[in-house]
C-alpha cells in the first residue's frame, strides 16, 4: 500500500510540476523570428535616439528640439495603425507631418524590416500592444491637399482629443466651425514649434494675421439645411456622417448622389444610398427613431426649407 500511494504522490508531483513548467513556458515564450529581428535592426538605427527601451532618451536625444517619441507609451502608440509606423521608418517623420529629426531609413530598409521593427516597437509597448487596438489606416481617393499636413491619425486617433475640441461650433449652432490660428497654437507655441516646417505655418499665418485656408471636404447642396446642433445633442457621433476619421492621415469623402446608384435604381435594384445623400439620411433618421424612440424629423420642410 505504502509503495502504491508513494507511486500515486511521485506521479502526482511530476504532473503538478509539468503544469508549471508549462505556464512558465507559456509566460516567457521564445520571441518570434520578426521581433528579434526588428530588435537588432532597431538596436542599429533606432536606439541611438529612442533608447535602448524606446522611450525617446537615448544618447542623441538632447540634441533635438522636438525629443524623439516615446516608442514604448501603448496609449500613444497601440492605436496607430502598422502602415502609419512603416512609412515613417521608410519615409522619416516628415512623411506624417511629424518633425524631420525622424530621418527616413528606406535606403537602408525594405519594407519587411520595417515592419519587423514595428513588430519589436509593438512588444515594447506599456500597456501591452494587442492586434484588435490598432486600427486600419483609411486612405479616401482624391482626397484634397491641404495647407498643412495635419493628421487626424494622430490628434484623433493618437492622441485621442475630441472633435469638440477643435470643431467647438458643432455642439450649438448650424456648423461645425474650424480651429482659430490661436486655437492650434493653443498646443503647437511649443509642441514641434521649432523644428516642425508643418507646425511652423501656423505661427506664419498666425503673424500675417490670416486664417488658415483649409480646403473643404464635407458640404451639402445649396438647397438643403443640415444643423450640426441638434445632431450632436442626441448623441449622433461625428463617425456617423463623416467616417472613420480618426484613422485618416488626410481627410477625404465621396457622399451625394452617384451615377451608378441612379441607374441600379432605375432598372429596379435597391441599392444603399450613397453616404449624405438624401436617401442615406432619410433612411438613418428612420432608423434612429425605430431603435432609439428620437423624434428626427422625416418631412421634406425640415431639410429643405
Not at 525617446?56 to 500613444?76: C, E, I, N, Q, V
Not at 512603416?86 to 507631418?97: K, S
Not at 439620411?281 to 418631412?299: F, M, W
Request: positive net charge; proline residues 9%.
Amino acid at each position: 500500500m505504502w509503495a502504491g500511494g508513494a507511486a500515486a504522490g511521485l506521479i502526482g508531483l511530476i504532473a503538478f510540476t509539468s503544469a508549471l513548467w508549462s505556464r512558465a513556458g507559456a509566460v516567457t515564450a521564445s520571441p518570434s523570428r520578426e521581433i528579434i529581428a526588428g530588435r537588432q535592426l532597431y538596436v542599429t538605427h533606432c536606439a541611438v535616439c529612442h533608447g535602448d527601451g524606446g522611450r525617446g532618451d537615448g544618447p542623441s536625444a538632447a540634441g533635438f528640439a522636438t525629443k524623439p517619441s516615446d516608442l514604448a507609451d501603448g496609449r500613444l502608440m497601440n492605436a496607430l495603425p502598422d502602415a502609419f509606423i512603416v512609412n515613417i521608418v521608410l519615409r522619416g517623420g516628415p512623411a506624417e507631418g511629424l518633425s524631420p529629426g525622424m530621418p527616413p531609413f528606406g535606403a537602408y530598409l525594405g519594407e519587411a524590416q520595417a515592419r519587423d521593427v514595428t513588430t519589436y516597437l509593438r512588444s515594447l509597448a506599456t500597456p501591452a500592444f494587442r492586434p484588435e487596438a490598432a486600427r486600419a489606416l483609411v486612405e479616401v481617393p482624391g482626397a484634397p491637399r491641404q495647407p498643412i499636413l495635419f493628421s487626424h491619425l494622430i490628434h484623433a486617433g493618437s492622441f485621442q482629443i475630441d472633435c469638440q475640441y477643435c470643431h467647438t461650433d458643432a455642439r450649438r449652432s448650424e456648423y461645425a466651425g474650424l480651429p482659430s490660428v490661436e486655437r492650434c497654437l493653443g498646443c503647437h507655441r511649443v509642441i514641434g514649434a521649432q523644428d516642425n516646417p508643418e507646425i511652423a505655418k501656423i505661427g506664419q499665418f498666425a503673424a500675417r494675421g490670416e486664417p488658415i485656408p483649409w480646403v473643404r471636404v464635407f458640404k451639402v447642396p445649396e438647397f438643403t439645411h443640415f444643423p450640426h446642433k441638434p445632431h450632436v445633442r442626441a448623441g449622433v457621433a461625428c463617425q456617423s456622417c463623416h467616417g472613420p476619421i480618426e484613422q485618416m492621415r488626410v481627410v477625404g469623402a465621396r457622399t451625394g448622389r452617384r451615377l451608378l446608384n441612379d441607374l441600379a435604381n432605375l432598372v429596379g435594384l435597391k441599392p444603399a444610398p450613397p453616404p449624405l445623400s438624401m436617401g442615406w439620411c432619410v433612411d438613418c433618421h428612420r432608423t434612429q427613431n425605430a431603435t432609439r424612440s428620437t423624434q428626427a424629423p422625416l418631412d421634406c420642410i425640415a431639410c429643405h426649407h
